[in-house]
């Protein structure tokens, strides 16, 4: 029996009894059942208004449900063994990790931001510069010596 059906068995009740509208206990009666109608009223205003809002929650969670299985299903499979063959054969995803001499914040930059040659760290905003030519005895360090580490092979 909802609240709304409870009510109204008891304005049955009141009903039946013939209450006095001169009498003061009876008029209080009356009126605490008329509070109870407007109780229920809202009572049931919200159980309506809570089932529609759970029929949008359910309907959101099975889109997301659906859009994440969308999203991640090219990661449940993931093999590393995979993510070398890509790399050999898309250079577009590898990034490089930079180091600013001022602030020590770690950049990650692509390809393209390196061929740019310089660029503003984002945390202090030194200039940073990208210089990948090889000196003259081969050595691509910036030791400017003879040494074995950075020779270039020809």
């Known amino acids: ?31 605490i059942i ?6 229920a009223e809202t009572v049931s205003d919200l159980e309506e208004a809570y ?13 997301l449900s659906a859009l994440e299985d969308e999203f991640y299903e090219d990661y449940e499979h993931y093999d590393e063994d995979d993510d070398d063959e890509d790399d050999d054969d898309d250079d577009d995803d590898d990034f490089y990790e930079v180091k600013c001499p001022q602030c020590g914040d770690t950049i990650y930059l692509d390809e393209e931001m390196l061929d740019d ?15 990948f030519s ?7 360090c910036d030791c400017d010596c003879d040494c074995e580490h950075g020779k270039v092979e020809e």
Do not use: H, R, W
């Open 134 to 140: 090889v000196d003259e005895d081969g050595c691509d």
């Open 117 to 131: 040659g310089s660029m503003s760290c984002p945390n202090c905003g030194t200039e940073l510069e990208f210089d």
């Open 34 to 39: 008329d509070v109870l109608d407007g109780f």
């Open 51 to 63: 089932d529609d809002l759970s029929e949008q929650v359910d309907a959101i969670d099975e889109d």
């Open 1 to 31: 029996m909802s609240v709304s059906e409870k009510v109204s068995y008891l304005k049955g009740l009141a009903d039946g009894l013939g209450l006095d509208p001169e009498n003061k206990q009876d008029k209080l009666i009356k009126a």
